[in-house]
């Protein structure tokens, strides 16, 4: 388990990058990402995702699928990746695929 610093700094990063990926495969919703993140060796509660979602959906990189599910607090609202979504996760793809390279390639020399 990675301490809290890591944790905190690094990886809760990441939590955006696997959320998009899967909007980008298809709806997604709180619940189940909580636990497909869980799945990776993230920690995360309802109470870290739901804010995060909400953020990701202000910065126009998700979206909620029916918007008047949002209303009814007891409700899932399924989020889409919107276009914004895509370019986001496609630089981010870029920065990776640069980023793991030289980390290879560092540690071949």
């Known amino acids: 388990m990675p301490d809290q610093?890591?944790?905190?700094?690094?990886?809760?990063?990441?939590w955006k990058v696997h959320i998009l990926h899967h909007a980008q495969q298809g709806p997604i919703v709180g619940h189940w990402m909580i636990?497909?993140?869980?799945?990776?060796?993230?920690?995360?509660?309802?109470?870290?995702?739901?804010p995060l979602l909400a953020r990701m959906e202000k910065l126009g990189w998700l979206a909620c699928c029916n918007p008047s599910r949002k209303k009814a607090a007891k409700e899932a609202c399924p989020y889409r990746l919107t276009a914004a979504g895509r370019r986001a996760l496609r630089e981010v793809e870029a920065r990776l695929k640069e980023l793991t390279g030289e980390i290879r390639t560092k540690a071949r020399s």
């Open 35 to 50: 636990e497909e993140l869980r799945e990776h060796g993230y920690r995360v509660s309802p109470g870290t995702l739901y």
């Open 5 to 14: 610093a890591l944790e905190n700094e690094i990886l809760r990063p990441l």
